[in-house]
């Protein structure tokens, strides 16, 4: 059963952030990154507010942010695109996932309403082709969240994982995910 967490004070903090860039995390795809690239993901630093700060795009946001979908008048997908933005995760570290944090830190108005985290373990570092095809199980099932909030989620599944598909209902702004676990090695 999973549990949200209205503050990142809980037991699977202290564990090891499985998705940290420093021990080779990274993001392998994410359907759209209009305002904010997918790289912020997982930088190691809290996320920043930056006031002032404006591109082309917008104020500039420090974590993932994507095009705007929804109420009315929102653009529609394209036929055949999803109702929802996804990012795909290569963990640093393989292992069990214990908790996940879901921080909008900064995103008040622009977070996503909902999210949900699949995992993957697939050998080797495969591609997004092979992550579309991977037999995914999910480890937080579509959940509300807050905005400018660390959204915790404790996870049941004591599997091992290599990979995790971030998803956000429909669009919006995820400063970074922190996925806490224990480090497992491949079999021998």
Known sequence: MNRCYRGAESAFTDLVDLAD???????????????????????????????HTFGNKGQLM???????????????????????????IRLGAPGVVHGVIVDTAHFRGNYPPHVS???????????????????????????????HAANGFAVADRSRWTHLRLRQY??????RPRVH????????
Request: aromatic share 4%.
């Open 62 to 88: 420090d974590g993932w942010e994507t095009r705007r979908r929804r109420g009315t008048g929102a653009a529609r997908p394209h036929p055949g695109r999803d109702e929802h933005d996804r990012a795909l």
């Open 117 to 147: 985290i699949d995992a993957a373990e697939l050998p080797g570092t495969p591609g997004p082709e092979e992550l579309a095809e991977a037999d995914w199980r999910p480890l937080v099932p579509r959940s509300p969240v807050r905005g």
């Open 170 to 175: 429909p669009d919006g702004g995820i400063a």
């Open 181 to 188: 676990g224990s480090l497992v090695p491949p079999k021998a």
């Open 21 to 51: 860039r420093r021990l080779g995390g990274s993001v392998v795809a994410a359907g759209d990154e209009l305002f904010a690239e997918r790289e912020n993901l997982l930088l190691p630093e809290r996320p920043e507010f930056r006031p």
